[in-house]
């Protein structure tokens, strides 16, 4: 699946441009207008770079989460500590596996927050066009589906911006 931006100066225009991709043979998988008027940018997921953000987190919960509940439960037993004497054997253990479950959590979050990608510097590029009074249209092609480049450059925007392939 591909993914372009198509950014116009001119509401007018971008119906017009919506209308014409909608009418072709196969028409592309998704069309959305973004701006004034319009949807707003933070309910497009592909859009929002927090979006994306919370799904590689749960993502990386997913398995953080567990994996630290037994390093925390394994170390209490490698080290025999006693730092948590007041709870028993299985109790200390138990509470150091606790403690390794919320090590994970919180380094999901850390992990999740610590990848940049470069599609995020193209998103803040149209964020601002659409603050200068620009409109955008996202694109998508269905898999296999050639994008109507032709279309889009008839249209005469202001800038096609790429996601990506997907």
């Not at 933070?42 to 997913?62: C, D, I, K, W, Y």
């Not at 996202?138 to 911006?161: F, H, K, N, S, Y």
Request: aromatic share 8%; no cysteine.
């Amino acid at each position: 699946m591909t993914s372009v931006v198509v950014v116009v100066d001119d509401l007018k225009r971008l119906h017009q441009v919506r209308d014409q991709l909608a009418a072709l043979q196969p028409p592309p998988a998704q069309l959305i207008a973004v701006g004034a008027g319009e949807t707003a940018m933070e309910e497009v997921e592909r859009l929002n770079p927090a979006a994306g953000r919370r799904r590689r987190q749960r993502s990386m919960a997913r398995w953080l989460i567990p994996f630290g509940f037994f390093a925390g439960f394994t170390f209490t037993f490698i080290t025999d500590l006693n730092t948590f004497a007041f709870a028993g054997d299985w109790g200390s253990h138990l509470i150091g596996g606790l403690l390794g479950l919320g090590s994970g959590w919180m380094g999901s979050f850390a992990a999740a927050a610590s990848v940049r990608s470069e599609q995020d510097d193209r998103i803040r590029s149209l964020r601002n066009r659409v603050e200068e009074g620009s409109w955008l249209l996202l694109v998508e092609t269905a898999a296999g589906a050639d994008m109507p480049w032709i279309t889009l450059q008839q249209a005469r925007p202001q800038a096609v911006v790429r996601l990506g392939d997907s």
